[in-house]
């Protein structure tokens, strides 16, 4: 297995019902470090910029209104795989068909208020964890 990292975001659902120590309890359970963590509020061109990959769906206009809407916890989580083992610890973006146990069977309030993002690939994780932190603000 190869130690890899993966960008987190606790969304701003989960942060409104003070759910960010349960949901890191549940990463690190699964064997998930966290090794760097920030609290933000992020601004409309932030949600924007993160989520231009689903500029033309349409749902983006309400994602990132929702994702503005309160604070988030962006964090990296690094361990063996993972990105895969992140995944499988929320479980599918749509709760009725996340495995019990997962994030998102247990907190989500909808398929867009989940509770948690993801990285879907080791690529798209190097660029999303860039886009919130410097190297400088990893400690391993």
Do not use: W
Request: with cysteine; glycine share 8%.
């Amino acid at each position: 297995m190869a130690i890899e990292r993966t960008l987190s975001i606790i969304k701003p659902d989960a942060t409104r019902r003070n759910l960010t120590g349960r949901i890191n309890a549940m990463l690190e359970e699964a064997g998930l470090r966290i090794v760097a963590q920030r609290r933000v509020r992020l601004t409309r061109a932030q949600a924007e910029g993160f989520y231009a990959v689903h500029k033309a769906r349409p749902f983006f206009d309400s994602l990132c209104a929702f994702m503005t809407s309160g604070p988030v916890v962006v964090q990296v989580l690094e361990g063996d795989d993972a990105v895969a083992k992140n995944r499988k610890v929320m479980g599918a973006t749509d709760s009725s068909k996340a495995d019990a146990g997962t994030i998102r069977k247990t907190f989500a309030e909808s398929i867009e208020a989940n509770s948690a993002h993801g990285s879907d690939s080791a690529e798209n994780a190097k660029g999303e964890i860039a886009y919130f932190f410097a190297g400088t603000d990893i400690v391993g």
